[in-house]
């Protein structure tokens, strides 16, 4: 079985189809009503979630079951498929020297993400480090700083300066022996024009291999304006969602992954530095559908 975490109704309605070999319309609409419903109430667009539902029943209707499939297993392999399709495979990370600039707004989990990012490099053998220019909300240094001491890992930051932009340059050429350079952005409570103008700035300084924005699992409707705002100014190659240890399930996400044209890359599930977990598909679309 491909997903074996279904949620209650719906492995119901599954089960109501155990023997048959072929499914009615009622029965394909049984399922994508329950599948509807999950995906609603996990935060799923509501555009995706009619696009990935469209596609769902017509393939349920047109494809014969291979063969010693039963309707229900085969139903079931569709609906994992396509959500695949849409969920997309983790953000490639190769194992090597790179820049990471990490965005998005204030709370969102940026700084506990960067220090258990750098962790995460860390336990994978390379030299992590990570750049703090957050000179907006405070705390932040010191933050960073205690996030990074736990995880073992070089930190670079300078509490009384106050240009990010020359913190940023001055972090990488002192830690220029690091393989992995993480470079930790301030957020704001929202979209403000001094906000796109920093991390531009930024961006244009650190010229990173890879932005990923940072959003909290229990984002809903706001994931759409952050990620294409931050993807028409730096450019999003993915997403890492936070708070997964809570009750949210992250399907705010996936909207972000839609609008940038990009994939989750990690999961945070906690607040200390151990902590995150590599985005992996089929957990994932258990829990949206759970
Ligand atoms: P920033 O403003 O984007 O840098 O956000 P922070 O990294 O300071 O995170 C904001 C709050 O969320 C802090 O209290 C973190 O401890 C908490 N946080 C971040 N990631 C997670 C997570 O995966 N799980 C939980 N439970 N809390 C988290």
Same mark, same amino acid.
């Given at each position: 079985m491909v997903l074996d975490d279904l949620g209650s109704s719906l492995r119901g309605t599954l089960d109501t189809l155990q023997g048959k070999s072929r499914l009615s319309e009622d029965d394909v609409e049984a399922?994508?009503?329950?599948?509807?419903?999950? #995906? #609603? +109430? &996990?935060?799923?667009d509501v555009s995706l979630v009619m696009e990935l539902s469209d596609a769902i029943e017509s393939r349920a #209707?047109?494809?014969?079951?291979? /063969? @010693?499939?039963?309707?229900?297993d085969h139903v079931l392999k569709i609906v994992y498929e396509e959500l695949v399709d849409l969920v997309g495979d983790s953000t490639e990370l190769p194992l090597e020297s790179q820049t990471i600039l990490l965005a998005g707004l204030q709370g969102s989990g940026k700084t506990t993400s960067a220090a258990k990012m750098a962790w995460w490099f860390s336990k994978k053998g390379l030299?992590?480090?990570v750049i703090q220019t957050d000179t907006f909300r405070p705390g932040a240094y010191d933050q960073a700083k205690q996030m990074c001491e736990r995880a073992e890992v070089e930190f670079y930051g300078d509490p009384d300066a106050e240009d990010p932009v020359q913190i940023a340059r001055d972090g990488l050429e002192e830690t220029a022996d690091a393989d992995v350079h993480i470079v930790d952005t301030a957020g704001r409570h929202a979209l403000e024009d001094d906000l796109i103008a920093e991390i531009e700035a930024i961006e244009t300084a650190v010229d990173p291999d890879r932005s990923l924005l940072v959003l909290d699992a229990a984002i809903g409707? /706001? &994931?759409k304006e952050q990620a294409s705002q931050f993807e028409q100014s730096i450019g999003i190659e993915g997403v890492v969602i936070t708070k997964l240890d809570g009750t949210a399930k992250g399907g705010g996400a996936l909207t972000a992954v839609n609008e940038t044209? +990009? +994939?989750? &890359?990690? #999961? @945070?599930?906690g607040e200390t530095v151990q902590d995150i977990e590599r985005f992996e598909p089929s957990g994932f679309i258990s829990r949206l559908l759970g």
């Open positions: 399922i994508v009503k329950e599948i509807q419903r999950s #995906l #609603l +109430s &996990a935060d799923v #209707l047109e494809e014969e079951p291979p /063969g @010693g499939t039963t309707a229900r030299r992590p480090a409707q /706001g &994931a044209d +990009s +994939s989750i &890359a990690f #999961l @945070g599930t």
